[in-house]
């Protein structure tokens, strides 16, 4: 059997008589190629409110089985009422965030204001999808406060796809945060409905969904990062979390 | 510059005197396509002369980072006195650990870059945060030309404008952070967890070396490349101390090590 299909003729011959593909029958040239991806995992999620919006990030480096760091941000404020935060790959994390802050600080230059959340989301969303082809491996959450004062949050995936939300979360532990936002937030489909949750009431909801994730996503812990953007501007704390 | 990071393992045809490989500025510029139906251009697909763990941490007043000095040809020790690090300016040591010719080009690249900052004769030196951003935006670079310089780098300063120690990682997806402590290689699977159990912010230079060196122990006792000879660099406010190599005491004749295994109560297996 072996070498039967060897020469390009006679698989040809096969083909045209049996009208399918064989079944290859000796082993193709092994390839060994670079795998330029990577999952550093980590959870990142926002909640807009009304005047308000909050956004929270955890600490942990990963990369395979193991920490790498336990203190290492997923978040760059952008301008003074405007973070993003990242889940995916920590070096396409760094170079995004870099190249967000040439082209906002690019745009100050030009147009002698610092441009607004949704200029920013769009902004960012264009980047995304310069590299549709060689993509970020990002998943980005856009967070501020919009021209009018409201929260705003917007989600992408790693191509560029965007919508303004009123709550998104990314990362490794984000279904695990999506369904409790679902319930709390969204209030969809229920028997009863609650009055929605004031600011206080939403920060706490928001470090206990984070501490929720750590206990049971190995890739999200130590400590969340926690920004609460308001008319005041970016408020920036940290909580602890498991570190196991 | 920007001619070597493309002829990085290849020479311009002219140090051979004949033109090779058909048009030359058209083999190196056309990335990962096929050349003008010659072969292939070749990328680093596997690192072939690999070094293996270097712990770095911080202390009270500095940062000492330490590597063995063996480098290996797939499973074999190949060279057992190879030295690590690399200093670039007067406060910032490099230490490597990964494809040892990626480590000596880039060894040489920042080199350069310090013979550059040296002819301004401004007086101004780079910090060990600014080297760390250079390195990683080199390493993401190549990463994304899908031909990475492969290593994981530690690197260990001083910051001059925050007065501070500098400790670093960058490896070859680029990923870069500064942290209290940091292993590469087998270390961040056997060191990691010595040094959460007896790491503290405030430990002397003293204290610090010696944690290190026991890393190293457990290391060259069950890492099959490792080496008992260790090379260490320590940053501090005074400069860069780059130590000798020197052999760390080991003893293998522990009694549970010489009894055979069938004759131990099971509990006390050395495993």
């Not at chain 1, 990242?86 to 995004?96: K, Y």
């Not at chain 1, 769009?122 to 995304?128: D, G, H, K, N, V």
């Not at chain 1, 206990?215 to 909580?239: F, M, Q």
């Not at chain 2, 990463?143 to 492969?150: H, K, T």
Request: aromatic letters at 10%; a neutral charge.
């Amino acid at each position: 059997m072996m070498g039967e299909w060897s020469s390009g003729e006679g698989l040809q011959q096969h083909m045209q008589s049996h009208g399918s593909v064989p079944r290859p029958v000796s082993n193709p040239p092994m390839e060994h190629r670079f795998m330029p991806y990577q999952n550093n995992g980590g959870t990142v999620f926002a909640v807009a409110g009304p005047t308000y919006a909050v956004a929270m990030a955890d600490t942990r480096l990963s990369s395979g089985m193991r920490i790498l760091s336990r203190n290492t941000t997923k978040c760059t404020q952008l301008t003074s009422k405007c973070v993003v935060l990242t889940g995916g790959m920590q070096a396409e994390m760094v170079e995004l965030h870099k190249r967000m802050k040439i082209l906002i600080t690019q745009y100050e230059h030009a147009h002698r204001r610092e441009p607004s959340v949704n200029a920013v989301a769009q902004l960012l969303s264009t980047r995304l999808y310069f590299k549709r082809f060689f993509p970020y491996y990002t998943f980005n959450v856009v967070v501020g406060l919009d021209e009018e004062g409201k929260g705003a949050v917007y989600g992408y995936d790693a191509i560029g796809s965007f919508e303004r939300i009123p709550y998104v979360s990314q990362g490794t532990g984000a279904e695990l945060v999506t369904s409790v936002l679902d319930n709390q937030i969204g209030k969809t489909n229920q028997t009863k409905q609650l009055e929605p949750l004031d600011k206080t009431d939403l920060i706490d909801l928001a470090k206990d969904v984070i501490a929720a994730a750590g206990e049971r996503d190995i890739y999200t812990g130590d400590y969340a990062e926690v920004y609460v953007i308001d008319e005041t501007g970016v408020n920036k704390s940290k909580v602890d979390l498991r570190k196991e | 510059m920007e001619d070597c990071l493309r002829l990085r393992g290849r020479r311009a045809p002219d140090n051979y005197g004949y033109s090779y490989h058909g048009d030359y500025n058209q083999h190196v510029l056309c990335g990962s396509a096929v050349s003008s139906g010659q072969e292939p251009i070749k990328h680093t697909t596997r690192p072939i002369t690999t070094s293996s763990t270097v712990i770095g941490l911080k202390f009270n007043g500095g940062t000492i980072v330490m590597s063995d000095t063996g480098v290996c040809y797939g499973n074999m020790l190949r060279f057992k006195s190879c030295e690590r690090f690399c200093q670039v300016g007067d406060r910032t040591v490099v230490a490597a650990s990964g494809e040892y010719s990626d480590f000596q080009y880039l060894t040489r690249d920042l080199k350069e870059m310090d013979t550059r900052d040296w002819v301004q004769e401004d007086g101004c030196s780079r910090e060990p945060s600014s080297i760390a951003a250079y390195l990683g935006r080199t390493f993401y670079g190549q990463r994304s030309r899908l031909d990475p310089y492969w290593n994981q780098m530690i690197m260990a300063g001083w910051q001059k404008t925050s007065n501070e120690p500098y400790l670093g990682y960058i490896d070859l997806y680029g990923t870069t952070f500064p942290e209290d402590y940091i292993a590469s290689g087998f270390g961040s699977y056997l060191a990691i967890p010595l040094l959460r159990k007896e790491y503290r912010p405030d430990m002397t230079e003293d204290e610090a070396k010696a944690l290190l060196q026991k890393c190293f122990m457990a290391l060259f006792y069950r890492d099959c490349t490792g080496l008992s000879t260790v090379q260490y660099a320590v940053a501090t406010s005074a400069g860069i101390r780059l130590s000798d190599v020197s052999t760390l005491t080991h003893k293998w004749d522990y009694k549970l090590w010489l009894t055979p295994t069938s004759q131990l109560p099971v509990s006390a297996s050395s495993w």
